[in-house]
């Protein structure tokens, strides 16, 4: 049952205790978010969110392992074959195609571990890799905490500090290319909108850790002599905002990324990052990883790791599977226990398109079960998290959050902890689009750090 705050540890208890009073909202987070200034003015939490040492330490340990092992997934399931793998997670043709074809190109290893946290620890929800990850800018939620003076005392009491990814991703966008490296974060021609919050706000983030970049559609880049030149500037590297299903959706694109591919592949240019790392963020991974037919292929360490951490999960299709030590027949039992689950879209961002079980009318649930059919989707049992307890602002009114905890793993950097949580009471799908908040999270300092 969803409605719980036993896990919650001892520095949130010291922080919300009653004697604080005032101190138990972080001033300067509120006026952080009426400024405007940090991504438009996005609804923020009113108090970081605090994890243990020890804790802390687990998870990120954790993400980093998973990450590597979704990487090995092609060499363990498919004998290596970026093809199979790419097929096997729903993508068409012209998407393994492309998948294939980008393979050769460097990549920077770069991707963000979302989890709820429950009642028996940290349980993921969904791991999404390469350019499209955001939220990394969350440092300067923190940055901004500790500038009131109460929670910079409590903060030092405790012992906080946190992982901040600003310069692992300062230097996985540039890497190869140099410190004064020309960015260009390219869209697709037909879908591009320079007045898009994505794209002059990613400029602005990246402007911040010392990046210089504009944004652009791919058909606005020039090819001239081995090179990319935006508006006469030569691009050192192509930040990609597209996915590879953009080569199928927008006609202009397939021509566009070959060119820019081409290029890269003599040198002339970095994509960041290339169409290989969308196999890694689908969701349909998951389902490999917790597919018990696949345990075999796997450490008896990554074996555990996978047991604690990964939901049940499966490719929805008509199959007999096993879940609780008994075998049924997967779509049957998915629509006569929809309490008990959750339909997503293997490739979809940001909570689109997800439908809850249990919030969903029987019959509504029996339609979507039917839909996800057609295109790939993944089903996951339910996971319950715990709340974190905010103040709303009226005396001592409490409000109870889910939290979303987003954790990075960039390059040899892993940790640090970027959130979004929204009222206990609500839809169920904590995402920016379904109106959560964000915030951000310190950990307690391991003695002698």
């Known amino acids: 049952m969803i409605g719980q705050f036993a896990a919650e540890n001892a520095v949130t208890r010291r922080f919300l205790s009653p004697g604080r009073g005032s101190a138990r909202i972080v001033s300067t987070l509120d006026e952080l978010e009426r400024e405007g200034t940090f991504r438009g003015g996005v609804p923020l939490l009113n108090r970081p969110v605090f994890l243990g040492a020890a804790e802390y330490g687990r998870l990120a340990d954790d993400t980093k392992a998973l990450h590597a092992l979704l990487r090995e997934l092609p060499e363990r399931l ?48 969904e791991f999404n890799c390469g350019s499209n990850i955001g ?74 850790v010392g990046v210089e970049a504009a944004g652009c559609h791919l058909g606005q880049l020039e090819e001239l002599g081995g090179r990319l030149y935006l508006q006469g500037r030569r691009v050192d590297v192509v930040h990609r905002m597209f996915s590879v299903a953009d080569l199928i959706e927008d006609p202009a694109m397939p021509a ?5 591919e081409a290029i890269a592949r003599a040198g002339g240019v970095r994509i960041f990052t290339p169409f290989a790392t969308d196999v890694t963020s689908s969701k349909a991974c998951l389902a490999m990883l917790s597919d018990d037919r696949n345990s075999a292929v796997f450490e008896p360490s990554q074996r555990e790791l996978i047991a604690r951490i990964v939901p049940w999960t499966r490719i929805l299709k ?51 079960v039917d839909s996800a059919l057609v295109t790939p989707h993944v089903v996951q049992e339910r996971v319950e998290p715990v709340w974190e307890r905010f103040l709303t602002g009226k005396q001592d009114e409490v409000e109870h959050m889910i939290v979303n905890w987003g954790v990075y793993s960039i390059q040899d950097m892993h940790g640090g902890l970027m959130l979004r949580a929204s009222p206990a009471s609500g839809s169920g799908v904590v995402s920016e689009s379904a109106g959560s908040k964000t915030g951000a999270g310190f950990h307690v300092a391991e003695v002698g750090t």
Request: glycine share 8%; charged share 25%.
């Open 78 to 125: 498919f004998d290596g074959s970026t093809a199979r793998m790419a097929a096997a997670v729903g993508m068409r043709p012209p998407e393994v195609e492309a998948v294939v074809r980008s393979h050769d190109l460097a990549s920077a290893v770069l991707g963000r571990a979302d989890f709820y946290l429950t009642s028996t620890g940290f349980r993921l929800l």
């Open 135 to 208: 939220g990394w800018d969350f440092g300067a939620v923190l940055d901004r905490a500790l500038e009131d003076d109460d929670f910079r005392a409590f903060a030092a009491a405790e012992h906080l500090t946190y992982d901040d990814p600003r310069p692992a991703i300062a230097r996985a966008v540039t890497a190869g290319a140099g410190d004064s490296a020309f960015v260009a974060i390219a869209g697709c021609p037909g879908a591009y909108d320079p007045t898009k919050p994505s794209f002059p706000g990613l400029v602005a983030r990246l402007a911040a």
């Open 256 to 260: 566009l990324v070959q060119m820019v």
């Open 318 to 368: 008509p199959e007999k599977v096993m879940l609780d030590g008994e075998r049924i027949d997967l779509v049957q039992h998915v629509v006569t226990h929809r309490d008990r689950f959750v339909l997503k879209p293997v490739s979809a961002l940001g909570g689109k398109g997800v439908v809850i079980g249990w919030r969903t009318p029987e019959d509504v649930w029996e339609r979507s």
